[in-house]
């Protein structure tokens, strides 16, 4: 049995998120109570001993609400419902209260850039006609070309293809075009609109009297359009890429819309919110997380840097110096639903999953947050799947050239046994493969040795063990291919190997190691924690 057990109910002081470690929770593919094949907010509540014994302090749910599920939920139709795939508010209100009662914060997702189309404001658009109120709450422009059957610019939607599409007019004749960043399900709304503001406000505080303990703001670098939409410079982009100079994207009024948002925020005590900010230059970054806006932002220049020493070193330093002009707890993530899984990233089968033990090492010794997405502490790979399952809206969009998102949504195997491993007694959503049946959670939580333990006796160590204090970082002299910090004012040391030979282990005793070690040497891809 590795791991000391927080006692049930313990919830710590102000800034609790400072150092947090964060589950994200795929709703869709964690845990399925009632058998549908599709997971639910009853079966998170099932698996609340599961999230305390692994020590996360706070949950991340993805989208729950009314949707028609054109983007699995974030493409919302009633923000302030929950969807009955899902559960219902009594349901939601149960699992809070549970996680509470296990000492777990719960933090929930929003959606604000956009609704989905099934929401009863952009049906209202469509039944109204041009330059009607009912259409002012979205994007909705003429068309260029003699005929207006051009989209009103060249933005391309980060799903693929256009992000216009047009829209009969109400008497039939050939009407405006609307704007859509990603599928055509999914509306932008238009942030100079003050209903849209209301609206969310509105929505903040119903999830904020009922208990939520956070937010996460889904592309809180968007929301915002520059006056007059102007053309983009380079309108070929790829699924979430760096958006610097993007018009799309990070537009200066947006950080009105997020300093909205901590006002409300500050209304209520020990809240947060953490904004998604695709964005790579270090200031432009800053601004998303200064002292009146957001109180982090995910920076997802670890999640894009290779194997490489040199590359998580720069990535590492990046994301520090993008905080600490504006005083914000830097926050790491390798994984989330939206990237594929470490252990393929970094060169898949027993490689990958050695190099993703040694990089959740790393993770784990930096200063400020850390968010965890489910089935990364399994070690799961991505897993191909047959065209005839796919699901994400990328893959249609693309016109069958990029897959999309699916093969790291599938879900969660919890014990041994085809074809729900636990998961469900139905079908899952989405196959899961035969080699999930070897990752399980139950076989995991029994041999030392497995991914599970390590991230359990790791997050663990970084809670109790001294060493873990301090925010800043001190570089040592590390041989090629490697590195070597410590958190200033402590003893621990933290050494990555991502060279092809063995180097000699710093000075100091073996706190924890990602992998065997070869007598005083580090072996390549492999990590240790010293003291
Ligand atoms: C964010 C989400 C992604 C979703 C997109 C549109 O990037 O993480 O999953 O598809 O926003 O809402």
């Known amino acids: 049995m590795i791991g000391l057990l927080r006692s049930p109910g313990k919830i710590s002081p102000v800034q609790w998120w400072a150092d947090a470690v964060v589950y994200q929770i795929y ?4 845990s399925d109570s009632d058998d549908d094949g599709v997971g639910d907010l009853e079966g998170i509540r099932m698996r609340l001993g599961y999230l305390e014994l692994l020590g996360v302090d ?14 699995h939920g974030y493409d919302v139709a009633d923000p302030r419902d929950v969807d009955p795939v899902f559960g219902d508010l009594d349901t939601f209100d149960r699992l809070l209260e549970g996680a509470h009662e296990h000492g777990l914060r719960v933090t929930i997702d929003l959606v604000p850039n956009h609704s989905s189309s099934e929401h009863e404001w952009f049906r209202a658009a469509l039944d109204s006609a041009p330059g009607s109120p009912e259409r002012a709450r979205y994007h909705f422009l003429p068309g260029r070309g003699p005929d207006g059957d051009e989209p009103p610019n060249n933005w391309t939607s980060v799903f693929g293809g256009p992000a216009w599409t047009r829209v009969p007019s109400p008497d039939g004749s050939g009407g405006e075009w609307y704007l859509h960043l990603f599928a055509p399900e999914q509306p932008d709304l238009n942030w100079t609109n003050p209903e849209v503001r209301a609206d969310l406000e509105k929505t903040l505080r119903f999830w904020l009297d009922r208990g939520v303990d956070g937010f996460r703001i889904d592309v809180a670098h968007g929301m915002s359009k520059p006056e007059g939409l102007p053309d983009a410079e380079n309108p070929d982009v790829a699924l979430l890429i760096n958006t610097d100079g993007d018009p799309r994207f990070d537009d200066d009024d947006v950080h009105d819309v997020h300093r909205m948002i901590r006002a409300v925020l500050d209304e209520y005590p020990d809240r947060m919110a953490v904004g998604e900010v695709w964005v790579g230059d270090d200031e432009r970054f ?15 220049r670890l999640v894009r840097a290779p194997f490489d020493a040199a590359a998580v070193r720069t ?12 005083a914000a707890s830097p926050t790491w993530t390798l994984s989330n639903h939206d990237v594929s899984r470490p252990v393929t ?22 200063p400020g947050v850390v968010y965890l997405y489910n089935g990364e502490e399994l070690g799961l790979p991505d897993v191909d799947l047959p065209d005839a399952v796919l699901q994400d809206p990328v893959w249609e969009r693309s016109g069958h050239t990029e897959r999309g998102r699916d093969s790291y949504r599938i879900p969660v195997p919890w014990e041994d046994g085809a074809p729900g491993y636990g998961f469900t007694g139905g079908d899952p959503w989405l196959p899961m493969p035969i080699e999930y049946g070897r990752l399980t959670a139950a076989d995991q939580l029994e041999d030392t ?16 063990h001294p060493g ?16 070597a910090f410590r958190r ?21 005793e073996v706190l924890l190691a990602s992998g065997p070690l070869d007598g005083a040497r580090l072996p390549p891809n492999t990590a240790c924690w010293l003291v």
């Open 449 to 464: 040795g497995s991914m599970l333990s390590l991230v359990r006796r790791a997050v663990e160590l970084r809670k109790t």
């Open 488 to 508: 200033v004012g402590t003893t621990l040391v933290c050494a990555l190997n991502t060279s092809a030979a063995p180097v000699p282990l710093p000075p100091g």
């Open 468 to 483: 873990f204090r301090g925010g800043e970082l001190e570089w040592f002299g590390a041989p090629e291919g490697c590195l």
């Open 27 to 30: 709703v869709r593919s964690f």
């Open 58 to 71: 706070a949950l991340w749910l993805t989208p729950f609400y009314t949707s028609p599920m054109a983007d």
């Open 345 to 366: 990233r970094y060169g898949g089968g027993e490689l990958g999953a050695a190099r993703a033990r040694a990089m959740t090492l790393v993770e784990l010794a930096l």
């Open 286 to 300: 800053a601004r998303y997380v200064r002292p009146d806006e957001l109180h982090l932002g995910f920076n997802f």
């Open 315 to 326: 990535a590492i330093e990046h994301s520090l110096a993008a905080v600490a002009t504006v």
